[in-house]
Nanobody, 120 residues
Framework: QVQPVESGGRLVQAGDSLRLSCATS??????YGWFRQAPGQEREFVAS????????RYADFVKGRFTISRDNAENTVYLRMNSLKPEDTAVYYC???????????????WGQGTQVTVSS
């Protein structure tokens, strides 16, 4: 399995918490990220974590509410989402980025996405 597989999305109420999971292959990627796409909107960056040192980055609109983490033993990346808002409603996608020595270039894989719906 090369393509990451997301899970955990569901319908929740505003203020609730939710944890998304992204199962990846056994290789270590350069970066693991979460993106989201709301209806009629472009896909946007949410959070990322580097494979080497665990450095994390967040979009301003989720700072303090979302936390990205990685379980190396389980080859799984998580996105913990607290204090969810209706505007967080979107399909959440997992992305992994690596480097191919064969073609001497970057590559990435996207999951199919998991739907998160936050009701007011």
């Amino acid at each position: 399995q090369v393509q990451p597989v997301e899970s955990g999305g569901r319908l929740v109420q505003a203020g609730d918490s939710l944890r998304l999971s992204c199962a990846t292959s056994g290789r270590t990627y350069i970066s693991y990220g979460w993106f989201r796409q709301a209806p009629g909107q472009e896909r946007e960056f949410v959070a990322s974590i580097r494979g080497g040192d665990g450095y994390t980055r967040y979009a301003d609109f989720v700072k303090g509410r979302f936390t990205i983490s990685r379980d190396n033993a389980e080859n799984t990346v998580y996105l913990r989402m607290n204090s969810l808002k209706p505007e967080d409603t979107a399909v959440y996608y997992c992305n992994v980025q690596g480097w191919s020595p064969v073609v001497a270039g970057p590559y990435d894989y996207w999951g199919q996405g998991t739907q998160v719906t936050v009701s007011s």
